[in-house]
């Protein structure tokens, strides 16, 4: 059962304090979001609002220069829907790039080793914890490919 946030956070509690400027920073991005190009607006984000400076971070430096032109414009955008905000500061902050998983490793292993790590789980008590492991890495395991010649295939000579 999910509730909302503001029902466990009493008025001027540091939790209620957090809320509140979460909710104004989110209304900041919606404004900043609105004024500026959508092409720019996808690349930035306000990152906090600091007294009546305003931190926007940039996703590159281009981006980043660009708003810096553009801040005159949005400073006066911002205080004209009513947004108590003297400065504006562009940082560069890259978004992170999670790196891509690695694959999945494929244990090969022939037929005589995936015999013996049976046979030697089958000696070892039920409840062994090896014994789980062994019998695990060999059902998670693929047998190695036959040779050519045990596969029905002629080998040129």
């Known amino acids: 059962m999910t509730q909302p946030l503001h ?13 509140a400027h979460a909710e ?14 959508a092409h720019l607006a996808a690349l930035c984000h306000v990152a906090n609002l600091k007294g009546e400076t305003l931190l926007i971070h940039a996703d590159n430096g281009s981006v980043a220069a660009k708003l810096r032109q553009c801040a005159p414009q949005l400073l006066t955008v911002l205080t004209g829907q009513g947004e108590r905000i ?9 978004a992170q790039v999670k790196p891509p998983p690695r694959p999945a490793t494929v244990r090969r292993i022939s037929a005589q ?9 089958a000696h070892l008590p039920a409840d062994d914890q ?25 080998t040129l000579d």
């Open 86 to 94: 003297d400065a504006i500061r562009i940082a560069t902050r890259p």
């Open 24 to 37: 104004r920073l989110g209304q900041l991005q919606r404004h900043v979001s609105a004024a500026l190009p």
């Open 130 to 154: 090896l014994r789980a492991a062994l019998e695990r890495f060999v059902r998670h395991s693929r047998s190695e490919a036959p040779p050519l010649e045990d596969r029905g295939q002629e």
């Open 7 to 19: 029902r466990f956070a009493g008025a001027g509690t540091a939790l209620e304090n957090l809320r």
């Open 113 to 121: 080793t995936r015999e013996e790590m049976n046979a030697l789980a």
